[in-house]
C-alpha cells in the first residue's frame, strides 16, 4: 500500500508521489511536511492472488505557515551620550530566513511611528534559524529623553514564516541629562596692540665733526592700549653719543641706546631725539626697534631705519677746539702725630680732604726712615688709621694715591739714644 501526495493540485490526487511504501497501520501513520501549502492523501492497495488492487478517497488539507514570536531586549539608558543597542530573540520559526530590522524611535516618541516621523536609528540584519540577532554599533544619543526600539521580522521569500513585530512600549530606555557642572568662567580676549616707529636723520649730507639728530616717533595704533613700551637704539659706528631726550618716559644714553616709555593709548605717540656726532666719513645707518608687553597685531613697523651720509669737511673748514681736560683739585692730607721716635711704634691717623671736605676710598702711600707702606682706602669720613714702626731716624713722606696733592707733608723720625747696660 502507498500513501500520496499530489505534487500540482490540492484537491485531485494527480501524479503522486509515495510517502510509504508497505504494511502500514493507518492508526499511527504520521508525516512532517517540509513546507507550508496544500496537500491530499490518499491510500492505494496494489493487490494480490487473494485480494483485488484498491485506492481510498483523496483527501485535501492544508499546512499554514509558522508563525514566530520576537522578544526584545534593549541596553540599559544613562546620560546623554550613552550608546543605546537592542537585541531579538526570534522563536517559534520553521527554519526562519529573511531580516530582522530594527528601528529607535525618539525622545520622547510615544507612537514609534506618528505620520511623516523618521525614526533617529535604522538597522536590518540577516536571518538564519531561530535565534538571537543584535544592533552593532549602535546609537549614540545627544538628547535626553525616553527612546522606543521596535524590532520587525520580515521573512522576504520563506513561504514557511510569517512576520511579526514587537510592541511599541516594550523596550522603553531612558536617557537623562549630563550631571550639572559649573561653568568655568570665561577668558576675556587678550589685549592687541599695533605699535609702529617712524625714524629720520639729520642734516643729510652733512660732514665730520658735526652733530646729527636722529628723531624716532612711537606710535599705537591699537586697538588696546599698549604697557610696558621699550624701545633699543644701537648707536651707529662712527658716531658718538651727544644727547637724548624724550617726550614720555626715561632713556639712557651710551652705546646702546635704551627708553622705558610706559604705557600708550590708541592713537597716542612719543617722541624721541637723539644727537650724535659725526666721526668717520662714511654713512651712519641708525636701527631702533620698539616692543610692549601686549601681542603685536603688525610686527613689521616695529623697527625703522634711517641712514645719514658723512662727508669729509671742505679744505680750510673751521675745525672746533677739543675741549679741555678738567683739572682735577688737588688733595689736602693731615698726619698726627707731628713726630716719630726711630724702634718705636705708633698709630698714625690721616685725614684726606678737598676743598675742606671729606673724601673717601684714598690711599696714602708712606716713604723714609725704613718705611714704604700704602695704607688701606680712607673711610666716609676721609680718614685712615695705620700702625708704623720706624726703623731708623730720617724724614717720612706722605703722599695720597692716584691724587694731585695741594702740599707735600714731611714728618721727621727722632732717632732714640739707649745707653748700654753696665753690671
Not at 149 to 178: M, R
Request: proline residues 9%; glycine residues 10%.
Amino acid at each position: 500500500m502507498a500513501v500520496r501526495r499530489p505534487a500540482r493540485s490540492p484537491s485531485r490526487c494527480i501524479d503522486p508521489f509515495d510517502l510509504v511504501n508497505g504494511s502500514v497501520d493507518a492508526s499511527a501513520f504520521t508525516q512532517t511536511p517540509a513546507s507550508a501549502g496544500p496537500y491530499a492523501f490518499e491510500a492505494h492497495y496494489n493487490g494480490s492472488t487473494t485480494y483485488n488492487e484498491a485506492t481510498s478517497a483523496c483527501e485535501p488539507l492544508t499546512v499554514n505557515p509558522n508563525q514566530p514570536t520576537i522578544h526584545t531586549t534593549p541596553s540599559a539608558g544613562g546620560n546623554v551620550g550613552v550608546v543605546l543597542n537592542d537585541s531579538a530573540l526570534l522563536a517559534g520559526g520553521f527554519q526562519p530566513q529573511g531580516t530582522i530590522t530594527f528601528k529607535l524611535f525618539g525622545p520622547n516618541n510615544a507612537t514609534c511611528n506618528p505620520e511623516g516621523a523618521v525614526p533617529v536609528y535604522t538597522q536590518t540584519v540577516d536571518v538564519d534559524g531561530n535565534g538571537t540577532y543584535t544592533t552593532a554599533p549602535g546609537y549614540a544619543t545627544g538628547a535626553a529623553g525616553t527612546y522606543r526600539w521596535v524590532a520587525t521580522y520580515n521573512p522576504g521569500n520563506d513561504a514557511n514564516n510569517t512576520g511579526v513585530t514587537s510592541g511599541c512600549n516594550d523596550e522603553q530606555v531612558t536617557v537623562t541629562p549630563p550631571p550639572n557642572t559649573p561653568t568655568p568662567p570665561s577668558t576675556p580676549p587678550q589685549p592687541v596692540i599695533d605699535l609702529a616707529i617712524t625714524k629720520t636723520g639729520a642734516p643729510n649730507p652733512t660732514t665730520t665733526g658735526t652733530s646729527i639728530t636722529w628723531t624716532m616717533v612711537v606710535t599705537n595704533n591699537g586697538p588696546d592700549t599698549a604697557t610696558g613700551i621699550n624701545l633699543a637704539d644701537p648707536l651707529p659706528g662712527g658716531t658718538t653719543f651727544v644727547s637724548v631726550t624724550t617726550t614720555q618716559g626715561s632713556c639712557a644714553g651710551g652705546a646702546l641706546i635704551t627708553c622705558q616709555l610706559g604705557n600708550l593709548a590708541k592713537g597716542g605717540s612719543i617722541t624721541i631725539t637723539l644727537v650724535t656726532s659725526a666721526t668717520t666719513v662714511g654713512t651712519d645707518t641708525n636701527t631702533a626697534t620698539v616692543v610692549g608687553n601686549e601681542t603685536e597685531s603688525n610686527t613689521a613697523n616695529n623697527r625703522a631705519t634711517a641712514s645719514v651720509v658723512v662727508n669729509a669737511p671742505p679744505p680750510g673748514a673751521f675745525k672746533p677746539p677739543k675741549p679741555k681736560k678738567a683739572v682735577a683739585y688737588c688733595a689736602a692730607l693731615m698726619v698726627h702725630p707731628g713726630s716719630l721716635f726711630a724702634g718705636r711704634h705708633a698709630v698714625l691717623t690721616l685725614k684726606v680732604t678737598k676743598h675742606s671736605k671729606a673724601v673717601a676710598g684714598v690711599k696714602v702711600r708712606i716713604n723714609g726712615a725704613g718705611l714704604l707702606i700704602v695704607t688701606h682706602a680712607t673711610n666716609g669720613k676721609g680718614v685712615v688709621k695705620r700702625v708704623v714702626l720706624p726703623k731708623k731716624a730720617g724724614i717720612v713722606t706722605f703722599r695720597p694715591v692716584a691724587q694731585k696733592s695741594c702740599k707735600n707733608i714731611r714728618v721727621g723720625v727722632i732717632g732714640v739714644f739707649t745707653p748700654p747696660v753696665t753690671g
